[in-house]
């Protein structure tokens, strides 16, 4: 199978790529990455090929399908994902998830592909006040970030219906592991605790997120590749949902300090209190979360503890 990953020295798409090749190994594998600042191209190691380039640019998307010369699979991760970037410039996130996944799907169907997966977040249905939202539940993004892979999600979808261009979209919750950018609240709180500093929380921290392990994701997008029909939408859950005062206390834990250095700071504006998803179409599927959140924090605060030198 030749695979083209979009945005695979990312967080998440270095992951995918190891698992991927490591699983896969007669698979040839070609990673599309604008090398932003949180793009690192030594992750890649010997997995994969790298081309430089904008997703958002039809000259670079072209590109990566010439070099590949058939592409059976694509897996769209390249995305702009942190909200407090989105709230400052919203129009770096419409750029590159919008008219990225346009260009994107253009070329997909200008070439032909066997599977188009994207990669979107439960962050579209916004703030879910009890339960847990199924696949169908209407779109409610509370941020630009989550607008703008709302969109993206929706011009996924209408190019199936339209083109039949045969799709698969992914709504993952809050991931989490190694090699997350600094900036994403796991890794702000852990290296506050083990540098002793104050552990910053928007507001009470009592908004509440389901948390996925890096690694149950990329079993998730494997499977939805080998298994999804064509057209349909997934929602990918986590281990269960808690508050992120209760992220910051057991990171306090795990780091052998006080909770008394979680700190409130003011909130974001329009943050979501809430996010669930129903993940039983999934289940069904054959996939379930098997990673806690709890049993990898030790690890976690050590590679803080690491990067912290």
């Known amino acids: 199978m030749r695979v083209l990953v979009t945005g695979g020295c990312g967080f998440i798409g270095h992951h995918l790529v190891s698992r991927w090749t ?32 904008d997703v958002a ?39 590159t998830n919008v008219l990225g996944t346009q260009v994107l799907l253009d070329t997909a169907r200008e070439r032909g592909v066997g599977r188009f997966l994207h990669v979107s977040t439960d962050e579209v249905y916004g703030s879910v006040d009890e339960g847990a939202v199924s696949e169908a539940a209407a779109f409610r993004p509370g941020s630009p970030y989550a607008a703008s892979k709302a969109a993206g999600d929706l011009l996924v979808q209408a190019a199936h219906n339209t083109w039949r261009i045969p799709t698969v979209v992914a709504r993952p919750a809050n991931t989490f592991g190694s090699g997350q950018f ?24 009592l908004h509440q997120r389901d948390w996925l392990a890096v690694e149950d994701l990329c079993e998730a997008l494997m499977l939805l590749v080998d298994r999804a029909s064509e057209g349909t ?14 992220v910051a206390e057991a990171i306090c834990r795990a780091a052998g300090i006080s909770t008394a250095l979680i700190r409130s700071v003011a909130d974001r504006p329009g943050h979501d209190r809430r996010y669930a998803i129903d993940g039983s179409a999934l289940r069904a599927l054959g996939f379930h979360a098997s990673r ?11 590679e803080a503890r690491t990067a912290s030198g």
């Open 233 to 246: 939408v997934w929602n990918i859950p986590g281990a269960g949902v808690r508050t992120n005062r209760s």
């Open 182 to 205: 600094p900036e994403k609240l796991l890794p702000v709180l852990a290296r506050a605790a083990v540098a002793g500093h104050p552990l910053p929380l928007y507001g009470d921290g």
């Open 292 to 302: 806690s959140l709890d049993a990898a924090l030790p690890g976690l605060v050590a």
């Open 57 to 95: 640019d039809p000259s670079a998307t072209r590109a990566a399908f010439d070099r590949l010369g058939r592409v059976d699979t694509v897996i769209h991760l390249a995305a702009e994902s942190h909200v407090d970037r989105s709230l400052v410039d919203p129009a770096r996130f419409v750029l």
């Open 22 to 53: 490591t699983a896969r190994p007669a698979d040839t594998l070609l990673v599309l990455d604008l090398l932003t600042y949180a793009g690192d191209a030594s992750r890649l190691g010997a997995h994969a090929d790298l081309l430089v380039g």
